[in-house]
């Protein structure tokens, strides 16, 4: 099976190009740096010429209201490259509880995304995971303030980068799924006691204050980036941690 692997160079698509390519799948890994522009098109016919199967994991390079536009362009460039090529199966990856934060530019833009999937000419299957565990740190930055980080307490499932992308080589390889499958962490943390837990692990002095303003999660009402019925990977947060 071929398989056009779109942001095939990032964190997960080099991942799920491994992956693919070890059980014997031919994986191609396209990006910019490859040549493959999904906003203006350049490339997309070439990368998924021959192809079985699309994997798009390209991003907005921004989280804000310019982030629906990123993705409207580049799904319907590659849904029309796709159906002129015969591709017969579209995987994107996207958030557990993406559609149910509208307050956030990001997610309503990524809830965008599948919806302009599923109305799309090509069987699909969307792979929705928690936040990954890469990404903590980043998260702690965003309101960090001398001394005191100060964070919400968001229910968050962590997942690893290596098991999102285990969970998104499987679904390529499979048949289409018309709908959606979660994948999420063991473990659920109130997002102030994971950055306790990071910061005591990392030996960082810095205090985590439970401010239920700070920050991107914020916005999140209740336990919706958390997915009770999701496929459950095997790395734990302070394992991932070690």
Request: aromatic share 6%; glycine share 8%.
């Amino acid at each position: 099976m071929k398989v056009a692997v779109i942001g095939g160079t990032g964190l997960i698509g080099s991942q799920v190009v491994k992956k693919l390519n070890a059980a014997g799948h031919e994986a191609v890994p396209h990006a910019q740096s490859t040549g493959v522009d999904v906003i203006s098109g350049q490339g997309l016919d070439e990368a998924v010429a021959g192809a079985d199967v699309i994997v798009n994991l390209t991003n907005s390079p921004t989280f804000d209201e310019a982030s629906p536009a990123f993705f409207r362009t580049s799904m319907e460039n590659l849904l029309t490259a796709g159906e002129q090529a015969g591709v017969r199966h579209f995987v994107i990856l996207s958030i557990v509880g993406v559609d149910q934060v509208p307050e956030l530019d990001y997610y309503r833009a990524k809830a965008l995304q599948e919806d302009i999937l599923t109305a799309g000419p090509i069987p699909y299957s969307i792979v929705r995971a928690t936040q990954f565990m890469e990404f903590v740190d980043a998260v702690l930055s965003w309101t960090a303030d001398g001394d005191t980080v100060r964070l919400p307490a968001t229910p968050i499932q962590p997942i690893a980068a290596e098991d999102v992308a285990e969970a998104v080589a499987e679904v390529a390889a499979g048949t289409p799924l018309n709908g959606i499958r979660n994948i999420a962490g063991p473990d659920v943390f109130p997002l102030d006691e994971l950055g306790r837990i990071t910061l005591s692990h990392n030996s960082d002095g810095r205090t985590v204050v439970t401010d239920p303003t700070a920050g991107m999660f914020a916005a999140v009402k209740g336990d919706v980036l958390t997915e009770k019925n999701a496929r459950l990977a095997p790395t734990r947060y302070t394992d991932w941690l070690s």
